[in-house]
């Protein structure tokens, strides 16, 4: 039974098919895409767009993946819309030999997962589920993640621009197709060549609750912190060391506790994050992520680190500290409330599709955040992918069937719009 009779699509089987390919992405290589593997399932794809319809498509030497399901409106102004959704899973959990699991008409119990009795998805601790009963769910077997995210979205995106080839009779402007690597490890928009993607705007397929268009992510910035010491035998040491593993150790205690990390934030609230040290006692440096909403708080934040930093240093006479500040990513909404057009289509397109519709601000970076600033507006729809990188993600067949059917309704809405 087809739980969305108005639309016959493909997305379930091409997922089931997509997961089986092995595209973890890897922070510490030094290649682009960051691991050959990737490369074999986005060639994959080139083949099966070509197979539905989509003549032009086409990897570059990057490993990105473009084309287009030619447009069948007779105006004239309709804009080119894209979709994109990424191949790579994240390093932080298995992704070889994934093995698909349906769970078919769900009731709420427990899922123990087949190859490790350990891993179970529960309902009380995935409220998400509760909307899921009758439903099907797709898990991993136990040992692996899943990989929903995001070839849902790539299976979803491949699925609409069948549907759209197949039904000449729906009226909508050219519609881009992007497929990209590497976006797990903060790479998958740097050779994105967006002149060549050609679109006016474009929707990452990449978020989790059905109904789900995320237009706010955080701005972010990361600061390294480091402190210099002085180091000599130990043996020999007496009033001439200076540790600055201690230095670095008295500066973190200095940290409020009670506020501005992530394990005390939520909603709405930005964060300092010490996430990776680098010490010996000559030096240790001190990596933080920054993360707020407003740009602006960024450097408020910065700022704060680096007072409570001079004040440590001049506790620890003879040492030194240096900060130093790179930007990651901005804020989308910047960029999108100057396109008011391209989350308003995408709000109708899901309420068309009979669904309640979820704004949220990411506590996050998506690759829209970045595409946004490179001059492609890309706000986030959902894929209907859940308990990302971890072994108990899942992801129902209904939901995405629903991912297609809103990805099919902009299409329509852009051009009914234009
Ligand atoms: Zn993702």
Not at 124 to 144: E, H, V
Not at 206 to 221: C, I, W
Not at 376 to 387: Q, Y
């Given at each position: 039974?087809?739980?969305?009779?108005?639309l016959?699509?493909?997305?379930?089987?091409?997922?089931?098919r997509?997961?089986?390919?092995?595209?973890?992405s890897?922070?510490?290589?030094t290649?682009?895409?960051s691991?050959?593997?990737?490369?074999?399932?986005?060639?994959?794809l080139?083949?099966?767009?070509?197979?539905?319809?989509?003549?032009?498509a086409?990897?570059?030497?990057h490993?990105?993946v473009?084309?287009?399901?030619?447009?069948t409106t007779?105006?004239?102004?309709?804009?080119?819309?894209?979709f994109?959704?990424?191949?790579d899973?994240?390093?932080?959990a298995?992704?070889?030999?994934v093995?698909?699991?349906i769970h078919?008409?769900?009731?709420g119990?427990?899922?123990?997962?087949?190859?490790?009795?350990?891993?179970?998805?529960?309902?009380?601790d995935?409220?998400?589920?509760?909307?899921?009963?009758?439903?099907?769910?797709?898990?991993?077997?136990g040992?692996?993640?899943?990989g929903?995210?995001?070839?849902?979205?790539v299976?979803?995106?491949?699925?609409?621009?069948?549907y759209?080839?197949q039904?000449?009779e729906i009226?909508?402007?050219?519609?881009?197709v992007?497929?990209?690597p590497?976006e797990?490890?903060g790479?998958?928009?740097?050779y994105?060549?967006v002149?060549k993607?050609?679109?006016?705007?474009a929707?990452?397929?990449?978020?989790?609750e059905?109904g789900e268009v995320?237009?706010?992510?955080?701005?972010?910035d990361?600061?390294?912190v480091?402190?210099?010491?002085?180091?000599?035998?130990?043996?020999?040491?007496?009033?001439?060391m200076?540790?600055?593993?201690?230095?670095?150790?008295?500066?973190?205690?200095r940290?409020?506790?009670?506020r501005?990390?992530?394990e005390?934030?939520?909603?709405?609230?930005?964060?300092?994050h010490p996430?990776?040290?680098d010490?010996?006692?000559?030096k240790?440096s001190?990596?933080f992520l920054?993360?707020?909403f407003?740009?602006a708080?960024?450097?408020?934040?910065?700022d704060f680190?680096?007072?409570?930093?001079?004040?440590?240093?001049?506790?620890?006479p003879?040492?030194?500290?240096?900060c130093?500040?790179?930007?990651?990513?901005r804020?989308m909404k910047?960029?999108?409330?100057?396109?008011?057009q391209?989350v308003?289509?995408a709000?109708?397109?899901?309420r068309?599709?009979?669904?309640?519709?979820?704004?949220?601000?990411i506590?996050?970076?998506?690759?829209?955040?970045?595409?946004?600033?490179m001059?492609l507006?890309?706000?986030?729809?959902f894929?209907?992918?859940?308990?990302?990188?971890?072994r108990l993600?899942w992801?129902?067949?209904?939901?995405?069937?629903?991912?297609v059917?809103?990805?099919?309704?902009?299409a329509?809405?852009?051009?009914e719009?234009?």
């Amino acid at each position: 039974m087809s739980p969305n009779p108005s639309l016959k699509t493909t997305e379930l089987e091409r997922f089931l098919r997509y997961v089986t390919y092995d595209t973890q992405s890897d922070e510490n290589s030094t290649t682009y895409p960051s691991t050959a593997k990737q490369i074999v399932l986005l060639d994959r794809l080139v083949e099966e767009l070509q197979a539905i319809g989509l003549k032009d498509a086409v990897r570059d030497e990057h490993g990105y993946v473009f084309a287009t399901v030619p447009a069948t409106t007779k105006k004239a102004n309709v804009p080119v819309v894209g979709f994109i959704a990424h191949v790579d899973t994240s390093p932080e959990a298995d992704g070889a030999n994934v093995k698909p699991v349906i769970h078919r008409d769900w009731q709420g119990e427990d899922i123990v997962l087949p190859d490790d009795p350990t891993a179970v998805l529960r309902l009380r601790d995935n409220p998400m589920l509760l909307r899921q009963k009758g439903n099907d769910i797709i898990t991993a077997s136990g040992k692996t993640l899943l990989g929903a995210d995001n070839k849902a979205g790539v299976a979803e995106v491949v699925a609409a621009a069948e549907y759209l080839m197949q039904h000449p009779e729906i009226a909508h402007g050219a519609i881009r197709v992007g497929f990209t690597p590497d976006e797990e490890v903060g790479g998958g928009t740097k050779y994105f060549d967006v002149k060549k993607f050609g679109a006016f705007c474009a929707y990452t397929v990449d978020g989790e609750e059905l109904g789900e268009v995320e237009m706010e992510t955080f701005s972010a910035d990361s600061m390294t912190v480091t402190f210099e010491g002085f180091n000599t035998h130990p043996g020999f040491a007496k009033g001439k060391m200076i540790n600055s593993i201690r230095i670095a150790a008295d500066f973190v205690s200095r940290l409020p506790r009670e506020r501005l990390s992530p394990e005390t934030t939520d909603k709405r609230e930005g964060f300092v994050h010490p996430y990776v040290v680098d010490a010996a006692v000559e030096k240790t440096s001190v990596k933080f992520l920054i993360r707020d909403f407003a740009t602006a708080e960024l450097k408020t934040k910065e700022d704060f680190l680096e007072k409570i930093a001079k004040e440590t240093v001049a506790a620890w006479p003879g040492a030194s500290v240096t900060c130093k500040v790179d930007e990651s990513y901005r804020n989308m909404k910047e960029v999108l409330d100057n396109y008011p057009q391209v989350v308003e289509n995408a709000r109708e397109a899901v309420r068309r599709s009979g669904l309640q519709l979820h704004e949220a601000a990411i506590r996050g970076g998506t690759d829209g955040s970045r595409l946004s600033f490179m001059g492609l507006p890309t706000p986030n729809i959902f894929a209907g992918e859940h308990n990302f990188h971890s072994r108990l993600e899942w992801i129902s067949v209904q939901d995405m069937a629903k991912a297609v059917e809103v990805i099919v309704k902009i299409a329509q809405v852009w051009e009914e719009r234009a």
